[in-house]
């Protein structure tokens, strides 16, 4: 397996206009505007354009069944409580919704964010969606466990959507409980304010509460299930729509072909403005490259410019998980967001030991289709399949389709050369270098977080002797013999050469490339120990393991065990390898 990404079909290059949700995306920091005034629970501002403006089902049962011609069931929280506690919560999420973070303080926090206790003026529902499940068509699938307690409207306006995951049943929970454990909620919160904090696109999550239930699971679906304790989280996004969400109504046809038009709608008013705003002066036709026949209009039609976005965001996401190492052990079409948010998190993780065919997820180890090289490729087929749903329901041609694909890739690779670019700390990008470099890594098993940012202390002084050159990387080239040293001694000269000839000092190359290397990444083993001493009722180490990752690119003195290589016991099932059991 190539360690590289292969290059993506040939493509003209036009640039949309700059994105401007991108900034709050990509880091969803908190403010602290000292003008915004500080809300109660009670005091936040609802705004229910989802259940107003789509179509609903009629039926307000949790009876496990199809649930045609419809978006979402109107469905209350209905997971059993006993004592429930306020395991970690996030001040920053807190910040965006101007939720004043004393009301964590509040004896009712648990009972209000596990469901237990009402929202005043939340309106619940479940979301209706379909997907393709490790390539195949599943049909109906849906929030079978999360329950969007409504939208908030904060102080700009923004739309945030609230939802509890392990809420209780609802029509889309086929035969299963609606619930969650706390060890998947633990890493769902954890994981989700990281990636927030790498700069990566994500759902957020604002609590979690231990419900005090117990909640049956087999892990290693082996036929031995054991009682964990269960768990609710409080997801917040803009929008957990998902390319699932429009599939579902492009497959059942018919009728339910007009619903995908009114959600595209819907999704475009709401989540991409400045699509719906767009005219002709902002020059987005292009030629295809094909003849004057095939020139594309993306100003004509909303529908296509708004499925480019999708794919450009899509892109940009996955180019940025390679930069981190981080794998989506369930790249299903139902776990892709509409808005390019890293979503669901299930089995996943950050690579290690640099390896390629690295998955997460023990369900997927004979086809490796969701491993580390294969999601950009994964990221693609899925845009595809989102595409093909805008083009059953007529509102995209064969042509914008195409485009919209050739921009995935292209996008993809600019991104990707530019994220791996940074990391080097080169000017400009440069193939067989980065090349040789993965390849190196591949060969041994170097770990991917802690590499690149020793790499930053190499010098581009001359004077190093050969045989001195690998001494800033001696703590990641560990157990090599000669001819890997030679392999890498090799290497580590060409790339003095490369940044002596940059024109960037050693300094600023340093204080560049820790900007965008993590010193701190959430490993698996990381989150075991947290979810290991959370099981014992210790809530410590998940909190002061999210104070960690809040600050991953920051030296953190007195925190380096947290960036420490995994020890042996991380290899086994259940750490380094999860099962979609959660
Ligand atoms: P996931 O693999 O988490 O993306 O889930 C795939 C589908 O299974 C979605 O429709 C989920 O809502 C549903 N699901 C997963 N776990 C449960 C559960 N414990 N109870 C009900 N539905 C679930
Ligand atoms: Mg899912």
Known sequence: ??????PPPSATAINLPADPLTGELNRQNSNNNPEVKKLKIEDLNWDHSFVRELPGDPLNDIVSREVLHACYSRVSPSAEVDNPQLVVWSESVADILDLDPKEFERSDFPHLFSGASPLKGGLSYAQCYGGHQFGVWAGQLGDGRAITLGELLNSKNQRWEIQLKGAGKTPYSRFADGLAVLRSSIREFLCSEAM??????????LSLVMTGKLVSRDMFYDGNPKDEPGAIVCRVAQSFLRFGSFQIHAKRGKEDLAIVRTLADYTIKHHFPHIESMSKSDGLSFSTGEGSSDVVDLTSNKYAAWLVEVAERTASLIARWQGVGFTHGVLNTDNMSILGLTIDYGPFGFLDAFDPSFTPNTTDIPGRRYCFAEQPDIGSWNIGQFALALSTAQLISKQELNYAMERYGSKFMDEYQAIMTKKVGLPKYNKELIGELLNNMAVDKVDYTNFFRLLSSVRADSNVPDEKLLVPLKASLLDIGKSRKDAWTSWVKRYRDEISTSGISDEERKASMNSVN???????????????MAEQGDFEEVRRLLKVMERPFDEQPGMERYARLPPAWAYRPGVCMLSCSS
């Open 1 to 6: 397996m190539s360690t590289e990404p292969s």
């Open 196 to 205: 927030n904090s790498l700069g990566i696109p994500s759902t957020r999550a």
């Open 518 to 532: 993590p010193k701190y990444i959430l490993r698996n083993y990381l989150c075991q120990s947290a979810i290991d």
